[in-house]
């Protein structure tokens, strides 16, 4: 099969006009399949420039998000990845909230073998907070 009609569904990429949503959309996410099905591996994707505002102040939480996971059918599209994570920047929500939200899109979405998102934000107050979900797949079979 033709590389361009395996990806032929992807949108995002190559987009001359990117759009940057201000509002959460997980619906941006795109996957394409995984050309290594055969074989157990991990992807690590990190976002170095993660924001979004504390829910009661409205102030801006600054996050590097980690996030492993083992592809079974499919893979992340780094693009709409980061224009889904560029969606959180309007959003308020807490620390703990963020981190398992991100957790279940890409979880619900990919449908890996596993995944493990980790949420290390910056300090406020002098108090760091690195909230880590893991979710696997036969924990929901």
């Known amino acids: 099969m033709k590389s361009e009609s395996l990806h032929q569904e992807l949108h995002a990429l190559g987009e001359s006009k990117t759009v940057y949503k201000t509002e959460y959309d997980q ?22 420039e993660f924001s979004n505002l504390c829910p009661k102040t409205g102030q801006p939480d ?13 893979c992340l599209e780094s693009k709409s990845y980061k224009l889904y994570i560029f969606s959180f920047r309007s959003e308020g929500a807490f620390h703990e909230e963020v981190t398992n939200r991100i957790a ?17 934000f910056n300090a406020r107050g002098g108090i760091t907070f690195h909230p880590t979900v893991t979710l696997r797949k036969e924990d929901f079979e």
């Open 27 to 48: 619906a941006i996410l795109e996957k394409f399949p995984n050309p290594y099905k055969d074989i157990d591996y991990e992807i690590e994707v990190i976002t170095h």
């Open 62 to 74: 600054f996050a590097t998000i980690e996030i492993q996971y083992s592809p079974d059918e499919w």
């Open 104 to 120: 279940r899109d890409l979880f619900n979405f990919l449908k890996p073998n596993w995944i493990r998102v980790v949420g290390k």
